[in-house]
Every structure is written in C-alpha cells, then in structure tokens.
C-alpha cells in the first residue's frame, strides 16, 4: 500500500485528543474563514452571545478556541476584554492577522485547554468555547480535564459558553444541515464521510477541489450537560440554533450557557 493511502486510513480511525495538532495544517487554517463565512455566521447567530454576556455584566472574556478569531474580534469590536487562546500557533496567526486588518490587536495565548492554569494566571467573567470546538476531545478524561481547567479560570459567578454540533440528530437521523448557523461558507462542501457513535469524520471539500478532513467525538447533549454538572457548573441552559426552545432533533447546533 502506498504511504500516503496508509496514513489516510490511519486517520479515518484516528480518536485521539491531540489529533487536532495534525488535522489543522496550514493549508487548511488558511480557508477556514471560507467555511466560516463571517458575515454569513454574523446573519445566524445574530447578538446572541454578546446578549448572554451583556446580561451577566460579563467584561473579561477568554474565548479558548479561537481559531481564526471571529468572536474574538465580534467581542473586542463591542467592547468586551478579550484574550484569545488556542491549542493552534497557526490559528492563532490567523486571528491576529484577521484582528490587525480590523484595526484591533489581539492578545493571544497559545495553550491546549488541558493545561490553561499553566499558561493562565488571571480570571475571566467569561470563557467561550465555540465552533463546535469541544468535539476535539475523545477521552472522557481530557473532556473533564479541560471543562475543571475553564471552570478553575472563571471568576465567581462566571459563565461558560460552550457549543456543539447536534450529533443526537445526525445519529438518529444522518446528518443534515440547515445551513444557516456558525459554517456558512457557499464555496465549501462539509458532511462526514463516517458516522458512528465513537468517531464522526467530517469531510470539507474547498472549490479548488482541496480536501481537508476533521474527526470529532459526537457528543450528545444531555451527556454534555452532565458533565458540565459533575465538573461543577450549574444553572446549564441549552438552547438549539440559539432559541430556547425546540425540538430534541430540529437544531443544526445546541448552545451550553452554565453558570460557576
Ligand atoms: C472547530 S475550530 C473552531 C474555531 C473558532 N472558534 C470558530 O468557531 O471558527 C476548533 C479550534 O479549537 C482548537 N482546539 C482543538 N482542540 C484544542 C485543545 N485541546 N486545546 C486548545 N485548542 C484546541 C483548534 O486548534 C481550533 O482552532
């Protein structure tokens, strides 16, 4: 078999919380505000989450998976405090260029969420954990790690915002997409190329014919929230495509707003 044919079929097994390292190769960090789509995803998701954090006087906000910086610089832009971390260098390069032609400098922390109290040593109204980030995450053991580590950083009283794909549906049903909310881009093609309950591998084929893949652990909302709830959290609402309420299998994404 050809080298490249077996690495690819190692990756299509591949469930492993720092798969992330691999999967998001320069090539791919730089489309990935095609697949974002910034204005689209502003068009979906609309003020919701400068609402949530308005309503709880939220200033100080991490947001951990910052990625190419969209919220972060949404957040900066309506005056939030923000610092910008990601377990990504290229990521975070990214963001800090997106910030730069937006006139705004970000300040930006490289760590992986299992070791921010290493990396951090201050305190946030607010931690965002956004884009269907926490789906990265494929041993029960990091999962709590990293929600104790965003949990160990919020002030008293402060609030985490943490999302995901609705895999409960796309288990259920297959998968489907309204494509409406968070990855808008038209110039993309995105669905997974193996579904099961252990390991969904999303495909993201670019107009250029470029190819790009992400496994992610699907985790289902109410175990989700569960955790949220072993770790500590409490007061967890779930909304679905940001409404508050909805049908278990409607939502493209469910939205985890819990309180420390
Ligand atoms: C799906 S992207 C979302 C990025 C951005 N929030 C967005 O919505 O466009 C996931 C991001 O989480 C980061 N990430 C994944 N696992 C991580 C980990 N264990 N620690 C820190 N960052 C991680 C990746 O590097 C990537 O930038």
Same mark, same amino acid.
């Given at each position: 078999m050809e080298p490249i044919e077996k690495k690819r079929q190692e990756s299509r097994k591949t469930k492993n919380s720092n798969f992330y390292q691999q999967q998001y190769?320069?090539? @791919?960090?730089?489309?990935?505000?095609?697949? *974002?789509?910034?204005?689209?995803? !502003?068009? $979906?998701? $609309?003020?919701?989450? *400068?609402?949530?954090?308005?309503?709880?006087?939220?200033?100080?906000?991490? =947001?951990?998976? !910052?990625? !190419? $910086?969209?919220?972060?610089?949404?957040?900066l832009k309506s005056g @939030?405090?923000?610092?910008?971390? =990601? $377990?990504?260098?290229?990521?975070?390069a990214k963001a800090f260029y997106n910030g730069r032609r937006q006139n705004l400098l970000l300040r930006t922390i490289h760590s992986d969420w299992r070791a921010l109290t290493k990396n951090i040593h201050e305190t946030y109204d607010a931690v965002i954990c956004l884009g269907n980030s926490f789906t990265h995450l494929f041993d029960e053991s990091d999962r709590r790690k990293?929600?104790?580590?965003?949990?160990?950083?919020?002030?008293?009283?402060g609030v985490l915002i943490l999302d995901q794909r609705n895999y409960d549906a796309m288990l259920d049903e297959g998968f489907s997409s309204k494509?409406?909310?968070y990855y808008v881009g038209e110039k993309v093609k995105a669905e997974p190329e193996y579904l099961a309950?252990?390991?969904?591998?999303?495909?993201?084929? @670019?107009?250029?014919?470029?190819?790009?893949?992400?496994?992610? @652990?699907?985790?289902?909302r109410d175990y989700t929230r569960s955790l949220l709830g072993e770790v500590g959290f409490q007061n967890i609402k779930t909304y679905g495509d940001f409404q508050e309420t909805y049908k278990k299998n409607e939502p493209d994404f469910f939205i985890h707003v819990a309180e420390k």
């Open positions: 190769q320069d090539s @791919f960090v730089e489309k990935w505000d095609a697949l *974002i789509d910034w204005e689209g995803r !502003t068009k $979906g998701e $609309g003020e919701f989450f *400068i609402r949530e954090l308005q309503k709880r006087k939220s200033q100080k906000v991490l =947001d951990a998976a !910052t990625g !190419t $910086g969209y919220h972060s610089v949404r957040l @939030f405090h923000v610092h910008s971390a =990601d $377990g990504k260098q290229n990521m975070l990293t929600l104790a580590e965003f949990y160990a950083v919020l002030k008293p009283q494509h409406l909310f309950d252990d390991l969904v591998r999303f495909r993201y084929e @670019f107009d250029d014919q470029s190819v790009h893949f992400l496994n992610m @652990f699907p985790l289902q």
